[in-house]
Nanobody, 126 residues
Framework: QVQLVESGGGLVQAGGSLRLSCAASGRTFRDYTVGWFRQAPGKEREFVSTIRRSGGGLYYADSVKGRFTISRDNAKNTVYLQMNSLKPEDTAVYYC???????????????????WGQGTQVTVSS
């Protein structure tokens, strides 16, 4: 069992930055690939980024590429999502999730993930 807790969300103006954290407890965190997803009201949950167990194999959705950076610190059992140049369309609840797979095409689907956090709200004002 892995427990995930997101933090760092909030209200920011367009062009601003936020850093989200995903803190894990439970089974060995370094055994899991971690992904970030987001869900806006009335929309499906959308893939944002993923990072493999070792910290390599970074992958981003086209909508955030060049603006968001994912990283992990296995010693602290934490994954980060640095979000820069935020846009109003980035407004959503952001979730982190843990998966046993490392196949990138699979990791873009919510169904690939076994454990989820409760989410943190990010609101970007124009």
């Amino acid at each position: 069992q892995v427990q995930l807790v997101e933090s760092g969300g909030g209200l920011v103006q367009a062009g601003g930055s936020l850093r989200l954290s995903c803190a894990a407890s439970g089974r060995t965190f370094r055994d899991y690939t971690v992904g970030w997803f987001r869900q806006a009201p009335g929309k499906e949950r959308e893939f944002v980024s993923t990072i493999r167990r070792s910290g390599g194999g970074l992958y981003y959705a086209d909508s955030v590429k060049g603006r968001f950076t994912i990283s992990r610190d296995n010693a602290k059992n934490t994954v980060y999502l640095q979000m820069n140049s935020l846009k109003p369309e980035d407004t959503a609840v952001y979730y982190c999730a843990a998966s046993r797979t490392e196949i990138i095409t699979t990791l873009q689907r919510p169904s690939a993930y076994h454990y989820w956090g409760q989410g943190t709200q990010v609101t970007v004002s124009s």
